[in-house]
Structures are given as structure tokens and as C-alpha cells.
């Protein structure tokens, strides 16, 4: 099995992703290609870390010395919110992309997972989504941390903390909100690409695909590491946050003289939206 495809059930707790559910809670009552070169070192010994890290937590429903052993996973700064974060399971996952930032000390990581969310008046409900987590080096090791500014980031706009210092305003008409019951089908189709096929010619060797936001909040564009790795083609991201009513471009390139097919796999977070842009050259 490959690195990073870990095939288990475990608990998450990413806090940004339970308060994102928290809300919708209450909005809510029912709602590869070629093998491409071997990562970096560090983006390996990064897999395992995320890997063990889920495993563990995995074990730890039945195990407290498996959730202790987890939580020399967390960095300092982050075990509180890790203590008193409430955790949503989530099942069958596969890490969808890596990103090392900052000159490889932190890091950005999908996952495509199915998550169970007790829902309002619907019992438990399975949904397949896009899940983020942040992990950073601390002593030479990587550490899963909370980053502050994505934790108040939802698909409705920011939701502030009493930690952030910002006044959040009047608070949303819950009975309206509970009237109006979207479903996922609704949320998702707010989020649009103006087509899911390209063909690239030597007049156009480089085209875009677009992906609009028509939320009110933003939502996190990615795509899998062999969407990266497309023999011939240059895939790049425009903006990888999408602010409500904004739109990112997906740039496609074919290098010169060179046969391109393959499939760009697009992944929304929080939403769960799956976007597949076959790519192939004339």
C-alpha cells in the first residue's frame, strides 16, 4: 500500500472542520492515473506522521495509552484546543495532497474522508468530504497543529471566537436558518467549474479551467499529488481560498511536442465537492 493511502477508521480533531459542522448542525436537519516520482523526504516522513497520528487516535476509543501516545503528535501550542476540541469520526480516508510552505516548516494536508455527524432531527448522517489539517516541525519532527485563522473559516462567512477580538455581530436567525433546511446537494452546487474537459493543441497549448464560489465564505481549492504528475502537463492553482463571490483559475499547460491524457482530480474543503478535468492534447 502506498504511503499516505491508509485505509482506517479513525477520530479527527481538527477544530476548524467541528466548528464548520457545529454550525451546519443547526442549518442542517438532513443534509490516479500514473505513478509519478517519490516524494521528498520530507513530504515521506510527513505521511507517516499524519498516518500514525490517525491510527493512533484510531486505537485510542478503545486505548488511553494509544490517545496519550497521539498526543505527543500535537504541538505545544496546541494541546488545549486539541484537549477540548469535540471529535466527529470520520472513516474510510486517503490523503488527497501535501503542501510543504514556509521552506518546508509547515505544511497543508487533505484528506478525502467519510465523516458520521449526529444531525439535528436525521440520526447520523455519512458524508464524504475534503478535510484539512496544518502541521509544522518542532524539533525536527512533525506536529499537527490548529492554525487560529483557518479554524474561523466556514463556508458562511468567518465565525469569530472570543480569542480573535473581532465583534462577531448579531447572531444568525436560527428558526429562519431551520425553515430554510439546505441540503448538501444545495451548498454544493453553489460551488461551480465552467467545465470538466480540455483539450490542448499546439494554437493552445495553455488553457483554464474556472471555479467559482457563489457562498457567502470561502472555501479551500486543492488536487492530489498525481494531478501534479501528469506526464507532459503543468497544473497550476490560481488562489487555493476562494472568498464568497469570488472565482480561482486552474491553469493547464502542454509542454511542446509532448502527449498529454490524464485526469486533474479538484477537491473543495469544506463542502466535499470532487471536480475531474480530463486533460488530453490534439
Do not use: C
Not at 61 to 73: G, H, N, W, Y
Not at 210 to 223: K, Q, V
Amino acid at each position: 500500500m502506498p504511503v499516505g493511502a491508509y485505509r482506517v477508521k479513525f477520530l479527527h480533531y481538527d477544530e476548524g472542520m467541528v466548528r464548520w459542522f457545529l454550525f451546519i448542525l443547526v442549518a442542517v436537519s438532513a443534509w490516479s492515473q500514473t505513478t509519478g516520482p517519490a516524494p521528498s523526504e520530507a513530504e515521506s516522513r510527513l505521511r507517516e506522521r499524519v498516518g500514525k497520528f490517525y491510527s493512533l487516535l484510531q486505537e485510542g476509543r478503545t486505548s488511553v495509552k494509544s490517545l496519550r501516545q497521539a498526543e505527543e503528535l500535537v504541538a505545544e501550542d496546541s494541546k488545549d484546543q486539541y484537549y477540548v476540541a469535540r471529535k466527529p469520526i470520520i472513516g474510510e480516508f486517503h490523503i488527497s495532497s501535501v503542501e510543504l510552505i514556509e521552506g518546508g516548516q509547515k505544511a497543508k494536508v487533505v484528506l478525502t474522508a467519510k465523516v458520521t455527524v449526529m444531525m439535528v432531527g436525521a440520526g447520523p448522517q455519512e458524508f464524504q468530504v475534503s478535510v484539512k489539517s496544518t502541521w509544522k516541525m518542532e524539533n525536527g519532527e512533525w506536529m499537527f497543529y490548529m492554525d487560529p485563522v483557518s479554524l474561523e473559516q466556514t463556508p458562511f462567512g468567518k465565525m469569530y471566537t472570543e480569542k480573535s477580538g473581532a465583534a462577531p455581530g448579531p447572531p444568525p436567525d436560527l428558526a429562519a436558518l431551520m425553515a430554510n433546511k439546505p441540503s448538501v446537494a444545495s451548498l454544493q452546487s453553489k460551488v461551480k467549474i465552467d467545465r470538466t474537459s480540455v483539450v490542448l493543441t499546439p494554437d493552445a497549448p495553455v488553457q483554464f479551467v474556472t471555479i467559482s464560489n457563489e457562498l457567502s465564505g470561502s472555501i479551500d481549492i486543492s488536487m492530489d499529488d498525481l494531478s501534479k504528475r501528469i506526464p507532459g502537463l503543468t497544473v497550476s492553482l490560481g488562489a487555493s481560498r476562494v472568498e464568497g463571490g469570488k472565482s480561482t483559475q486552474v491553469k493547464l499547460e502542454a509542454k511542446p511536442g509532448v502527449t498529454v491524457s490524464g485526469t486533474v482530480h479538484l477537491f473543495v474543503a469544506p463542502l466535499g465537492n470532487e471536480f475531474d478535468v480530463q486533460v488530453k492534447t490534439q
